[in-house]
Each structure stands twice: as C-alpha cells, then as structure tokens.
C-alpha cells in the first residue's frame, strides 16, 4: 500500500481480555518498529523487527505483550488479560534501512481504551 | 529506554516568533531526526541530519547537530499557528538499527 495501515483504528475492551493489534508496513520495508505512547507523553520503544533477524523485544512491559511477524509483511502485537494501564496509542512504524538511515514512515496509530 | 531527551517540554509562542527546541541523546549516532505528531496520532518526518553534518536547513526549519555535547536543536523560524504540534527527536544509533524517540516537546503558537 501507499502507507502504513494500522487498525482497528479505535478500540475499547473489558479488563482482562485478550486484544490484537495489526500493522501493515510499506511493502518493500524490511524494518518494522512498534511503540507505545500514553496520553500526553512520548513514544515507548516497544519491538523491532528486521527482515529474517530475531526481533528487538527488549521495550516489551510483560509477557502479556507479544508480537510476530511473517516475513518482510504485516505485524501483530497481541496484549493478553489487558489492564487499564496499557491504555495508549499503540504506533507502527516501518522503513527501508540504509547505511544512511532513512525515514522511518508511521501509521496512524490504533487507540486502545481498556475500561 | 528513550534514547533522546526534548527539552523544553512545553513552549508556548507567538505566531511569527522564533521557537527553538533542543535534544540530548546518549549513544554514537549514525543520525538524528526530527518528527512532528498532531492530535496524537502518526508522526511525520521533518528533517534528518547526519553525524558528519553541524547545521542543516528545510524551509522554515533550521537543524543543529553537536556530537560532543550529544546534542540537536530544531529552530523554527516566523511561526504559524499551523505548527503547533508536539515535536519529536529520534537518533539512529551506531550499534543498531531500532530508532528510540525523545518525550517530545508540546510546542503552541498563538495566533
């Protein structure tokens, strides 16, 4: 696609369920980034991914939180038995890495209220 | 952990002052980017700055880079009130390829 798609693009759960959260990068993009933003503060580096390398799962909170992904292609983060701390927007980021860095390209973000 | 640290954290201006923001990071970069997000939500890239490079210009944008201090500044020059938003610093440091972002800076510009 022309972008990094994201969604649901809004979702509320009860406390304790289990939610899945998807990104679809840029195609093309071997580096997929996920982070975690509370309201009014920065960016939480979550998880990394590159190409067929073992994922960066060094930002991931608790073993509630996973994340896969097939290949060079979508992402999952999956937050299991949610509490209403992991109430954020959750953000996708995906790029082409280089020697020189390069941009790195954010979907929209999916909004997770735990109630 | 967060790489890079904005400063100040909120800044209120004029429309047609000059608003200047400022960064601290801890590891050897490769580079240094600036972001913008409105409404919290995705973040759009501004402006890259390499680590060979002091002084970097996009439009109304000025970037500086110090490498001894660890250190960046985003200045932005004759602002609209179009540019309140939160901004953003992320570095791409040498040992790694993930990229951690700063907790921004809450910049408003009056009108």
């Known amino acids: 696609g022309a972008g990094v798609s994201q969604s649901p693009s809004n979702k509320v759960t009860e406390k304790g369920k289990d939610v899945e959260l998807r990104c679809d990068p840029i195609?093309?993009?071997?580096?997929l980034y996920w982070y975690r933003q509370r309201l009014g503060q920065g960016l939480e580096f979550l998880i990394y991914f590159q190409g067929n390398s073992a994922p960066d799962k060094s930002g991931l909170p608790s073993d509630r939180f996973s994340a896969e992904r097939t290949g060079e292609s979508v992402s999952t983060l999956t937050i299991q038995r949610t509490q209403q701390e992991d109430s954020a927007v959750y953000l996708c980021?995906?790029?082409?890495?280089?020697?020189?860095?390069?941009?790195?390209?954010f979907g929209e973000g999916s909004w997770l209220t735990v109630v | 952990s967060q790489q890079g640290e904005e400063d100040p954290q909120a800044l209120s201006i004029q429309e047609g002052e000059n608003a200047t923001m400022n960064c601290s990071y801890k590891t050897s970069i490769n580079n240094l980017q600036w972001y913008r997000q409105n409404s919290g939500r995705g973040l759009v890239h501004l402006i890259l700055?390499?680590?060979?490079?002091r002084e970097k210009h996009s439009g109304r944008l000025r970037v500086t880079l110090d490498t001894s201090k660890k250190s960046s500044s985003l200045l932005i020059t004759a602002s609209r009130a179009a540019d309140t938003a939160s901004y953003f610093c992320a570095t791409d440091a040498r040992n790694n390829n993930d990229m951690r972002f700063g907790a921004g800076t809450r910049l408003t510009v009056k009108p």
């Open positions: 700055i390499r680590s060979n490079e």
């Open positions: 195609s093309g993009h071997t580096a």
């Open positions: 980021a995906s790029r082409y890495p280089g020697a020189d860095g390069n941009t790195i390209y």
